[in-house]
């Protein structure tokens, strides 16, 4: 407010705002007439320089009419690269008992159809059920990672693992595992005769601890649900179509092979007609 005051004593005038409609402002009012603008006279003496330079005036006329159209053109014949390609098709449409076709595509697959939820996948409801099981049993599962970013497995229990071979009757050496130890390996494999009798320990490193244990029994609890359900629904299946379901049969093979593999293709075709002209005109 103090610098508004002062800038309307100091121009003698009071500022005043108001919200009407501005009046028209001033037109065809007189304007002096200083002569040539700057930019237009250099522009001018350069272009005289120029032409005076090179001997040539600039044309500013009006462009030529475009160029011609619609005449004549000799017909010369099909273009070679046509000729070769047809022949091409034709010797492939032979070999593989198929005739080319150039038609439009078909028209695109249905979307957005109606889709039945038949409820969760019986995948799900297992892995629910099992994990639900094991925390109730063993406490909430909470994975972790080590230092190194590798997630941290649950270790087993050596007195459980132990009763539930006794409950299943099953010895000790012949718990079910999913993991070959090398215990495994040397049943299988001779000595090597390199190494002494204390084993090879000549190639041995120096191992750091991973921080979680590997090698240890994994019990077999039978063939998983997901397998179990998809067999069932290949046998639906097999039995609503009245059709078996047969991969890698040699029936299969025969029914889905790839004729192209079967066809003689010409490696030593003839050059090309333009490549003919060119080499004879060298």
Same mark, same amino acid.
């Given at each position: 407010? /103090? @610098?508004?005051?002062?800038?309307?004593?100091?121009? /003698?005038?009071?500022?005043?705002?108001?919200?009407?409609?501005?009046?028209?402002?001033?037109?065809?009012?007189?304007?002096?007439?200083?002569?040539? $603008?700057?930019?237009?006279?250099?522009?001018?003496?350069?272009?005289?320089?120029?032409? @005076?330079?090179?001997?040539?005036?600039?044309?500013?006329?009006?462009?030529?009419? *475009?160029?011609?159209?619609?005449?004549?053109?000799?017909?010369?014949?099909?273009?070679?690269?046509?000729?070769?390609? /047809?022949?091409?098709?034709?010797?492939?449409?032979?070999?593989?008992?198929?005739?080319?076709?150039?038609?439009?595509?078909?028209?695109?697959?249905?979307?957005?159809?109606?889709?039945?939820?038949?409820?969760? $996948?019986?995948?799900?409801?297992?892995? =629910?059920?099992?994990?639900?099981?094991?925390?109730? /049993?063993?406490?909430?599962?909470?994975?972790?990672?080590?230092?190194? *970013?590798?997630?941290?497995?649950?270790?087993?229990?050596?007195?459980?693992?132990?009763?539930?071979?006794?409950? @299943?009757?099953?010895?000790?050496?012949?718990?079910?595992?999913?993991?070959?130890?090398?215990?495994?390996?040397?049943?299988?494999?001779?000595?090597?005769?390199?190494?002494?009798?204390?084993?090879?320990?000549?190639?041995?490193?120096?191992?750091?601890?991973?921080?979680?244990?590997? $090698?240890?029994?994994?019990?077999?609890? *039978?063939?998983?649900?997901?397998?179990?359900?998809?067999?069932?629904?290949?046998?639906?299946?097999?039995?609503?179509?009245?059709? =078996?379901? *047969?991969?890698?049969?040699?029936?299969?093979?025969?029914?889905?092979?790839?004729?192209?593999?079967?066809?003689?293709?010409?490696?030593?075709?003839?050059?090309?007609?333009?490549?003919?002209?060119?080499?004879?005109?060298?």
């Amino acid at each position: 407010m /103090k @610098n508004l005051a002062y800038a309307e004593e100091y121009h /003698k005038h009071e500022l005043a705002a108001s919200f009407d409609a501005p009046g028209t402002p001033p037109r065809n009012y007189f304007v002096p007439h200083f002569g040539e $603008d700057n930019d237009i006279k250099f522009t001018k003496k350069n272009i005289a320089d120029a032409e @005076n330079k090179l001997g040539h005036e600039i044309d500013t006329s009006a462009a030529p009419g *475009g160029p011609p159209r619609n005449y004549f053109v000799p017909h010369f014949g099909e273009d070679s690269e046509m000729k070769y390609t /047809k022949e091409n098709i034709a010797k492939a449409e032979k070999g593989l008992g198929h005739e080319y076709d150039t038609s439009a595509a078909p028209a695109d697959p249905p979307r957005n159809y109606f889709v039945p939820h038949f409820g969760e $996948d019986e995948d799900l409801t297992f892995t =629910k059920k099992n994990i639900a099981n094991s925390e109730t /049993k063993n406490g909430e599962w909470n994975v972790q990672k080590d230092g190194n *970013g590798a997630w941290i497995l649950p270790s087993v229990d050596e007195n459980k693992i132990y009763g539930f071979k006794d409950e @299943n009757n099953w010895p000790s050496d012949k718990l079910p595992s999913l993991i070959q130890t090398d215990a495994n390996v040397h049943v299988i494999t001779e000595s090597d005769p390199i190494c002494s009798s204390a084993g090879c320990t000549q190639y041995k490193h120096k191992k750091k601890s991973l921080g979680y244990k590997i $090698d240890y029994s994994v019990p077999n609890f *039978g063939r998983d649900h997901d397998i179990n359900d998809n067999f069932e629904s290949i046998a639906t299946a097999e039995e609503m179509v009245g059709s =078996k379901f *047969g991969i890698g049969t040699a029936a299969s093979k025969d029914k889905w092979k790839n004729p192209a593999k079967k066809t003689l293709y010409d490696f030593n075709m003839p050059l090309d007609g333009e490549v003919i002209s060119t080499m004879k005109n060298l």
